[in-house]
């Protein structure tokens, strides 16, 4: 299982991006899918998650100007950011949680290589 994000730039505060992420491999189903990111000397934090069903939570200082979906048909997850700030800079990793047969007694974790998101003037 690979999970292949794309997306991220250079941006001026103000600006948007759109982020992408697809699973490919070896998938039965996908339970959750979210986003991280990781700022330099920071931990890495959860910026938003989508379940199966499209139930939707985001760390605080993202709500409103981050909106997280997902295509379950292209195992594919988004992150559209608007009104970005300079404080959104990080790299940002996808995640899926997921079944890759259906005899799997529990789901495994997947994450994607990173992509960086500049937001400076």
């Known amino acids: 299982v690979q999970l292949q994000a794309s997306g991220g730039g250079l941006v001026q505060p103000g600006g948007s991006l759109r982020l992408s992420c697809a699973a490919s491999?070896?998938?039965?189903?996908?339970?959750?899918m979210a986003w991280y990111r990781q700022a330099p000397g920071e931990q890495r934090e959860l910026v938003a998650r989508?379940?199966?069903?499209?139930?939707?939570n985001y760390m605080w200082s993202v709500k409103g100007r981050f909106t997280i979906s997902r295509d379950n048909a292209k195992n594919m997850v988004y992150l559209q950011m608007n009104s970005l700030e300079p404080e959104d800079t990080a790299v940002y990793y996808c995640?899926?949680?997921?079944?890759?047969?259906?005899?799997?007694?529990?789901?495994?974790?997947?994450w994607g290589q990173g992509t960086l998101v500049t937001v400076s003037s």
């Open positions: 995640f899926a949680e997921l079944y890759e047969h259906s005899s799997d007694w529990s789901p495994n974790d997947y």
């Open positions: 491999g070896s998938i039965f189903s996908i339970n959750a």
């Open positions: 989508i379940t199966n069903s499209g139930l939707t």
